[in-house]
């Protein structure tokens, strides 16, 4: 246990999120900060109340300052605005790039030691004005998405081939959007390559629907977007650095010659352990042309052994 997480943000994926750290005992003091006065205080005491149920001690705060969550040992950045109907994650930029900004500025003050998580769309973008603003190394800046990109994939395999989620091993990597990568070629189920287990089109299917997994939940949902997968896989990162689990987590990263990309972040798989990102699987494992956007092709013509 750490002794302190915050998670800015007392939304849907902010306040969820706080709640699953609490819950595995990741902090000794969860402090919750958002912008509306009342919710992250109330969203906090209420999380707090169900300690003596759920059997936890980490202690959750809400406020609208920074004050409480200062020297944080890691900071999850929910803030900003969700996707609607029609909304891509792009259209949510301005308006996110101002409140990251401002989340950064303070986390930067009163966090300077923090590994930060960033969660606010569009992912990868944030990912870039949390690292500029607060100037922290590549290390502690870390982006969440294709930890749930992959959730989602290996949610929708299990339920095809009626087996317990456990025994899919997959990633999905690239941009958080219709550019995502699912690497067909690299799953498989306890072992056995899942092209073996499910026809083409039916894996085809599934490739797509991951694609749109978050815009499929939008429209069910109408006013907001996705935040039980979403916090829990902000969550496994979190728990990944706390515990040193040494995970290889498909992460959004700044690439510095990784895959021959350099200045900019890009869903790879990363080793996360407590000093945060503590390596990047390099080409020696994925090949570069797999990471490329998949416009224009089909996604098993990346994998042609498939
Ligand atoms: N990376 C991913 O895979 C992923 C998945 C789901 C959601 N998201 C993104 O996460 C973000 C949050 O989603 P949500 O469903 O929780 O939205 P939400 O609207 O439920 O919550 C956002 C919260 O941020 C707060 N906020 C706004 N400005 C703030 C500021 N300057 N400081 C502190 N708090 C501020 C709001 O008051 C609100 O409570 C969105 O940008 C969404 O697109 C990302």
């Not at 943000?9 to 402090?31: C, D, H, M, S």
């Not at 500029?132 to 749930?148: D, N, Q, Y």
């Not at 990363?270 to 490329?292: A, M, P, V």
Request: hydrophobic share 40%; aromatic share 4%.
């Amino acid at each position: 246990m750490v002794n302190k997480i915050t998670v800015v943000g007392a939304g849907n994926v902010g306040a969820t999120a706080a709640q699953r750290v609490a819950e595995k005992e990741l902090a000794r003091t969860v402090v919750m900060v958002d912008v509306v006065e009342g919710v992250p205080q109330g969203k906090a005491l209420d999380q707090w109340q169900s300690a003596p149920i759920e059997g936890f001690d980490s202690r959750i705060i809400g406020t609208n300052g920074y004050e409480e969550s200062a020297g944080s040992d890691v900071v999850i950045i929910t803030a900003g605005i969700a996707r609607k109907p029609g909304m891509s994650r792009d259209d949510l930029l301005n308006t996110n790039a101002g409140i990251v900004k401002q989340v950064a500025e303070q986390v930067k003050r009163t966090s300077p030691n923090a590994i930060v998580i960033v969660v606010s769309n569009p992912l990868d973008v944030m990912c870039y004005v949390a690292k500029h603003v607060t100037g922290f190394p590549r290390e502690r800046v870390i982006g969440m998405a294709g930890v749930l990109d992959t959730a989602r994939y290996r949610a929708f395999l299990a339920e095809a081939l009626d087996v317990s989620v456990r025994d899919i091993q997959a990633m999905v990597l690239g941009g958080h959007g219709d550019t995502m990568v699912p690497l067909v070629s690299y799953t498989n189920v306890s072992g056995i390559p899942v092209t073996q287990l499910m026809d083409r089109a039916t894996l085809d299917a599934i490739v797509d629907r991951t694609r749109n997994g978050g815009a499929e939940i939008v429209k069910h949902l109408k006013t907001g977007s996705a935040y039980y997968a979403p916090s829990a896989g902000a969550v496994q990162m979190a728990e990944a650095i706390i515990h040193d689990q040494k995970r290889i987590l498909p992460c959004s990263a700044w690439l510095d010659g990784e895959y021959g990309m350099k200045g900019l972040y890009l869903g790879v798989p990363c080793k996360l352990g407590r000093k945060g990102l503590e390596k990047i699987r390099n080409k020696k494992t994925f090949s570069r042309r797999r990471l490329q956007s998949p416009r224009g092709r089909t996604p098993c013509a990346e994998s042609p052994q498939v």
